[in-house]
Nanobody, 123 residues
Framework: QVQLVESGGGLVQAGGSQRLSCAASGRTFGDYTMGWFRQAPGREREFVAA????????YYADSVKGRSTISRDNAENTVYLQMNSLKPEDTAVYYC????????????????WGQGTQVTVSS
């Protein structure tokens, strides 16, 4: 019912910045949360950031807090993740996700997932 398409990934030098985008389409009405997760090879998918449709409340994992900003464009059902001061450990496939929960900061709470976009940070 909800389709998510990520873009903006690529190769970045350590200390650099990257801006990811996620466009949502389909039955994207009501109260929801959009978030970003990431998964490195051999690792579990982990929460990165989320933003709520009501109030635009934001949540961040400790690993990216202070370096990343999540934002939204409600008119286009688009969410962005601006990442600064990137580190090699930020290298992962980044997934956009959609939750019908009004606040969602954990993987089991999310209902729809994008295909992911690769972010590689070189040292």
């Amino acid at each position: 019912q909800v389709q998510l398409v990520e873009s903006g990934g690529g190769l970045v030098q350590a200390g650099g910045s990257q801006r990811l985008s996620c466009a949502a389409s389909g039955r994207t009405f009501g109260d929801y949360t959009m978030g970003w997760f990431r998964q490195a090879p051999g690792r579990e998918r982990e929460f990165v950031a989320a933003i709520t449709s009501i109030g635009g409340r934001t949540y961040y994992a400790d690993s990216v807090k202070g370096r990343s900003t999540i934002s939204r464009d409600n008119a286009e059902n688009t969410v962005y993740l601006q990442m600064n001061s990137l580190k090699p450990e930020d290298t992962a496939v980044y997934y956009c996700a959609w939750s019908y929960e009004s606040e969602a900061t954990a993987r089991p709470m999310y209902d729809w997932w994008g295909q992911g976009t690769q972010v590689t940070v070189s040292s």
